[in-house]
């Protein structure tokens, strides 16, 4: 589904740009017999309801004037903020992110283990450290990017 993310990510992210906020991330997914279409906005202040909705009107206007389709199945549209585990997907996001408490996913294991939480020390262009709690002491972690396969904002308790 990456040709319908694509093309929709060029139709809406002019939409985003119009009302000053950012497009964080766009989700074609089906569940259960359900097709969604999920935008993911944000802004420095937040996100509120009304923003969500004036930003799936135009979307929704904008998506019924295109012929052909470039979604042929039905679908249900929503959007909404990331939320407070935000994905990190961009370059900004992670840079962003210097300091705060991630979660990331590998592909490959680390030291045994494929999840890790910690605390974004830094970033560069192949690399990320990450300061992670083990038992009683803090060990900072250097992974390649290329073997994360999700990066988001976590709430540490």
Known sequence: MTSVVE??????????????FELVDIEFVREGKNWFLR???DKPTGIDLEDC???SEKISEKMDAINPDPIPQAYFLEVSSP?????LKKEEDY???????IHISLYESVDGEKVY????????????????RIKTRV???????????????????
């Open 83 to 87: 939320g407070a585990e935000r994905p």
């Open 39 to 41: 935008v993911y906005i």
């Open 95 to 101: 840079t962003n992110a210097i300091g705060e408490f």
């Open 117 to 132: 939480e910690g605390t974004l020390k830094e970033v560069t262009e192949d690399t990320l450290i990450l300061a992670v």
């Open 53 to 55: 909705a004036l930003v």
């Open 7 to 20: 093309t929709v990510s060029e139709i809406v992210q002019p939409i985003v740009d119009d009302f000053q």
């Open 139 to 157: 060990k900072e972690i250097e992974f390649d990017r290329k073997k994360i396969a999700k990066a988001r904002l976590a709430i540490q308790f």
